[in-house]
């Protein structure tokens, strides 16, 4: 099984490889389209400032190679928030594969702390890359940002409000947490993926 880690400025590619090493894959970290387009399955991770990765991934055409991709693809974090059409971060166009708007959050309370951070309970749906997490499975998400509920959405968490922790489209799967440092909810939906 060849899985290709996208290498551009994310700040979590070095966790991701290593958890996928941990379940005994060695990752192809690329930037080179050719690679990505050979692999069997993308990572597409993502941590930082959505602009400035837009950038990034623009000046290496990567933008273009991520839409058309036709391989299972996970993004991960910001690489979620990256796969939507735009995002209030930076007043960022993104890459589109979802429909949606990515916004900040905003406190509502005292208690709204803003990045959310931390593990926190999860609502799933059948779906394959969620399979066997059990009723009520805890991830660990650091973000400011978030997408809405929408009609990909497959996972919602609530912070302040109800957004999507995850989202499928066709070949496209999402998390807005950090399954590489999600424990073994976390290792196991890798694996899902990985067994896609």
Not at 78 to 89: A, K, M, P, T, Y
Not at 92 to 118: N, Q, S
Not at 187 to 194: A, G, H
């Amino acid at each position: 099984m060849n899985i290709a880690v996208v290498k551009y400025n994310a700040g979590n590619i070095y966790s991701v490889t290593n958890a996928l090493r941990r379940l005994g894959i060695e990752p192809t970290l690329t930037d080179n389209p050719e690679l990505l387009g050979k692999a069997d399955k993308i990572i597409f991770p993502g941590q930082g400032n959505a602009k400035e990765a837009m950038a990034c991934l623009r000046r290496n055409r990567l933008d273009v190679v991520l839409k058309n991709l036709r391989q299972p693809v996970l993004g991960i974090c910001v690489g979620q928030q990256l796969l939507c059409r735009h995002s209030e971060e930076g007043d960022a166009e993104c890459i589109g594969v979802f429909d949606a708007v990515v916004k900040k959050f905003h406190p509502l309370r005292h208690e709204d702390k803003v990045p959310a951070m931390g593990w926190q309970e999860i609502t799933t749906t059948e779906n394959p890359l969620l399979a066997n997490l059990g009723a009520h499975p805890y991830v660990y998400f650091v973000h400011s940002y978030y997408v809405p509920l929408c009609e990909h959405t497959i996972a919602t968490a609530e912070y302040i409000l109800p957004y999507s922790a995850c989202m499928h489209k066709d070949n496209f799967y999402t998390c807005q947490f950090h399954p590489e440092k999600s424990g073994k909810t976390g290792e196991l939906i890798l694996q899902n993926f990985v067994e896609l």
